[in-house]
């Protein structure tokens, strides 16, 4: 056998290398799971602070060229579409409980009216 040969014939008797848990490349995906775990937690709890600030940001002016795009109104009962539904029985909707006004997900940045509507309302899982 050629010294090519012996360089390109792969020998299957041995098993693949495993690399010790103390190894760079361990300690790298060590790190990295730590990072996507905090990064979810950290998302999670962001999520929650928006919905609690959802009191405080300015509410959106049905005029607003993305209130308009998704025909919000401020109050369900002149939409003929909301049957019955509002803001505050949709699943996008960020508001406490009893809040007149909280955060949306269509609209980032901006509040919505509880007693309002948009075609986007999605029901509550």
């Known amino acids: 056998m050629s010294p090519a040969e012996r360089l390109t014939r792969t020998d299957r008797s041995h ?3 495993r690399t010790p848990l103390s190894s760079p490349e361990s300690e790298s995906r060590r790190r990295l799971l730590r ?3 905090l990064a979810a937690s950290v998302g999670t709890l962001a999520s929650t602070q928006l919905r609690a600030a959802g009191e405080e940001l300015p509410l959106i002016a049905v005029d607003d060229p993305a209130a308009k795009a998704v025909k919000y109104v401020e109050d369900a009962k002149k939409a003929k579409e909301a049957q019955g539904n509002t ?6 909707y960020g508001g406490k409980d009893g809040a007149v006004k909280g955060a ?3 609209f980032k940045g901006k509040a919505v009216k ?4 948009c075609n986007a309302w999605a029901a509550q899982e």
């Open 15 to 17: 098993p693949p290398r």
């Open 35 to 37: 990072n996507l775990a």
């Open 87 to 92: 803001c505050t029985n949709c699943s996008l």
């Open 104 to 106: 949306c997900q269509i």
């Open 114 to 117: 509880a007693a309002g509507w």
